[in-house]
């Protein structure tokens, strides 16, 4: 299991101190929400907050986009240093677009799925992802309570990997935490995003340790 930290949590005036801390705690993954105010009801950051603080990490940066119409963005967030960028299957008409031009760029690319979003929007390009994102909350909000029936998700998605022989990474995003990790690892789910049950408690190197253990339970 990696756990990918939700800096969303985080304090966003001392952020080079925060990736710092995490890198220090053993974190290998830092997971950036970027919301537009539009596809999801808040705004956080952009692809120059980023840029400036890829110099300071050498953290895995895994760009979560909640934008509309991500593949306007794509190059910038390429400049921007991102090692990962995931756009929302419901955010553009054009999603195999986006994803080639993210692979164009020689950047992994990801799909996110709202949680009512059916697994069958993923058939035709599936074979084309290094992550399938999928939000066990509504996207916008961190804090927000996991929703339960995102569990038989993570499943079902896991079959669909294996059948076909892929390598595919299932991260799982909302409402995470130590007391349903194991049984988010034993459904599937290969990455874990936590934001306010991670930078809420620390020190961040005992967190990390906490899910880690509940992950190999
Ligand atoms: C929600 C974001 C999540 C969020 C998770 O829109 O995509 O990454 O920060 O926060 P928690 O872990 O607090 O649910
Ligand atoms: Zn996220």
């Known amino acids: 299991m990696i756990l990918s930290p939700s800096l969303l949590s985080s304090d966003y005036g001392r952020l080079a101190d925060e990736l710092a801390a995490l890198e220090a705690a053993g974190c290998k993954w830092v997971h950036w929400d970027v919301m537009d105010g539009s596809f999801v009801p808040n705004i956080t950051l952009g692809a120059p907050i980023i840029k400036r603080l890829r110099k300071a990490s050498k953290l895995f940066f895994d760009v979560h986009l909640m934008v509309d119409r991500p593949e306007r963005y794509i190059g910038d967030f390429v400049d921007a240093g991102s090692d990962m960028i995931v756009v929302h299957a ?14 164009r760029q020689g950047v992994q690319c990801g799909v996110a799925l709202n949680p009512h979003t059916p697994l069958t929007v993923l058939d035709y390009v599936l074979d084309q992802l290094d992550m399938v994102l999928l939000m066990s909350v509504n996207p916008g909000f961190g804090g927000q309570k996991f929703l339960p029936f995102t569990m038989r998700k993570i499943e079902d998605l896991s079959a669909m990997i294996k059948a076909r022989g892929l390598k595919t990474l299932i991260q ?16 599937g789910a290969d990455v874990l995003v936590s934001g306010s049950a991670f930078f809420g408690f620390p020190p961040y190197a005992e967190r990390l340790k906490t899910f880690e253990a509940a992950a190999a339970k």
């Open 90 to 103: 419901e955010s553009t008409a054009h999603v195999e677009r986006a994803l080639a031009e993210i692979k």
């Open 172 to 187: 799982v995003d909302g409402g995470v935490d130590p007391d349903n990790t194991a049984e988010l690892v034993r459904r």
